[in-house]
RNA sequence: GGCGCGUUCGUCUAGAGGCCUAGGAUAACAGAUUUUCAUUCUGUAGAUCGCGGGUUCGAAUCCCGCACGCGCUACCA
């Protein structure tokens, strides 16, 4: 299929939040058909009627615009191959099924759960390998009708063709090959009418004209099926590549209730940035040939540098640290009217301020270097908004007493008082100035000013400080450091 | 149980027989700048390349075996 055009594809099922894992084979996709010129495609697999929710499809589809990962073909623009919602897509699957069934390479299967399960925990017992013992493969009309009476459903199961061992090159993982004998007939109708997985995907990947399947390792053993599936039907095999799983800090797989997964609920909206996120989530299973000395790169870069080659194929243990690294990179790089455009929500429901103001730009200047995550705004410029509450102790540098301390701020109160200028260098000169004069050291004059302002261990510079405050919240403050060492 | 995939610093990774006394990033630690935190800069520590055999003058790199992890083995996707 390589002589012809490049289409992609990610196929998230909404049966829960737009997953991290997803993200990360969306981005992928994504990537390769940018850097080589082709259409990337998002379709809903939805088929699971009791597990999937409009909700979960919006969710998903915010999350990869939020992302960056624009899709040319999807669910609300179906006009090329669509439908791309499987749901929609009963009769496709249904005609295909009929096929299968017409040329007798497909055969309807009236066993139930309860027996299917019975038979698997006997072979089980006799390590024997568990597979479908076709026993409803060549059903007699009488028996047929024993069960339809009976009012059974029947489901719709593929004829394995055990003939010869299917043999594919997946483009990450290398050359591939598969003894059918052990794969049992499967399910491609269930008895509900609705397509199984491995059946709606083949024919949606042809469909759509898909040219590369890359997707999760946990995939891969059901390659050799769709390739089975798309021989018995005539249909072209595209191309397949599996990524590796990503896994917890235990090597386990990622679960919903142990780790945070959502990319909406535990990324976007804690204050991660997209922008980290994406350099984050490439690096797990992608180096460049070319490597720099940083590992920055954004969306642009890598549409110019990715490649299959350079994907690797060991699982990536998903830790957040270097998350939150290029995350305190992405807004530290980040200009300001945007930085606080997006710190603004946070603030709002902190209830800090109650609008947009002027003042959150000067805000957000002086916490952008320490901020780690849009979120981490809230308690690193509470004090800016409102009265504040510390120990008295507090105020006492390492080294110094109170007696000094007190004196420090006394005598500061008094020249800021006469000081007009409230600029960084104008504050700078005068209060060095002072601890010369007092025989302080720059810290015994600073930190007290400092915590006066802020009530913080931590926080950005007193002249900042002190400059954003203005004179008089700046001398109040301090008035009332001075009252709590009295 | 069977089949498949994987295994290099804590973590993400580079590495395709000699360039490896194993490189980078991040995290950790230390120092410099500094009133604190953060930023920035510099440095330190950190992998006997899962284990055992082989091939070779020479192996993280090739071959075989084993161990461990993960995946699939569903009328879930």
Not at 70 to 84: H, K, S, T
Not at 153 to 182: N, W, Y
Not at 439 to 457: C, D, E, H, N, Y
Request: glycine share 6%; hydrophobic share 35%; net charge negative.
């Amino acid at each position: 299929m390589s002589e012809e055009e490049i289409r992609t594809r990610i196929a998230p099922s909404p049966t829960g939040y737009f997953h991290i894992g997803t993200a990360r084979a969306a981005l992928f996709n994504w990537l390769y058909a940018k850097r080589f010129g082709g259409k990337f495609i998002l379709r809903m697999e939805d088929t699971d009627k009791a597990r999937s929710t409009e909700e979960y499809a919006i969710d998903i589809m915010e999350c990869m615009s939020w992302l960056g990962l624009d899709w040319d073909e999807g669910p609300e623009n179906p006009d090329l191959y669509g439908p791309y919602r499987q749901s929609e897509r009963a009769e496709i699957y249904q005609k295909y099924a009929k096929q299968l069934l017409d040329e007798r390479l497909a055969y309807k299967c009236y066993c139930t759960p309860d027996e299917l399960e019975a038979e698997k925990k006997l072979q089980m017992e006799r390590h024997e390998p568990p597979k479908y013992s076709g026993r409803c493969r060549n059903l007699s009309p009488e028996q047929i009708l024993a069960f339809e009476n009976e009012g059974r459903k029947p489901a719709l199961r593929f004829k394995i063709d055990e003939s010869s061992p299917i043999k594919f090159k997946d483009l990450i993982k290398g050359e591939m090959e598969f003894d059918p004998k052990l794969f049992g007939d499967f399910i491609v109708m269930k008895s509900d009418n609705l397509p199984a997985f491995m059946f709606a995907g083949i024919i949606d990947d042809s469909e759509m004209k898909i040219s590369l399947v890359m997707r999760g390792e946990d995939h891969l053993s059901n390659t050799p099926r769709q390739i089975l599936l798309a021989k018995a039907l005539d249909l072209p095999i595209p191309d397949y590549a599996h990524l590796s799983m990503i896994l917890n800090s235990d090597k386990t797989k990622m679960s919903k209730r142990k780790n945070p997964v959502s990319v909406s609920k535990d990324f976007r909206d804690k204050g991660y940035l997209p922008e980290a996120m994406i350099n984050f989530l490439v690096l797990l299973g992608w180096s460049p040939k070319e490597g720099k000395s940083d590992e920055i790169y954004s969306l642009d870069d890598l549409t110019k540098e990715f490649d299959l080659s350079e994907v690797g194929k060991s699982p990536a243990i998903f830790d957040t640290t270097k998350l939150d690294f290029f995350n305190g990179y992405y807004i530290r790089q980040m200009e300001l009217g945007e930085l606080a455009k997006r710190c603004l929500p946070y603030l709002l429901a902190a209830d800090l301020i109650k609008k947009e103001d002027e003042k959150i730009l000067k805000v957000v200047a002086l916490v952008q270097e320490r901020m780690k995550k849009l979120s981490e705004v809230v308690e690193l410029t509470d004090f800016m908004f409102k009265e504040i509450d510390y120990p008295a102790e507090l105020l006492i540098t390492k080294g110094t007493t109170k007696e000094i301390t007190l004196k420090a701020l006394e005598e500061s109160a008094k020249v800021l008082t006469d000081e007009t200028d409230y600029s960084r260098d104008s504050l700078d000169g005068l209060l060095r100035a002072l601890a010369t004069k007092l025989g302080f050291t720059a810290g015994q004059i600073l930190w007290p000013i400092r915590v006066a302002l802020s009530g913080k261990p931590a926080s950005p510079g007193t002249f900042e400080l002190l400059d954003f405050f203005g004179k008089d919240e700046s001398l109040s403050r301090i008035k009332k450091a001075i009252d709590m060492l009295k």
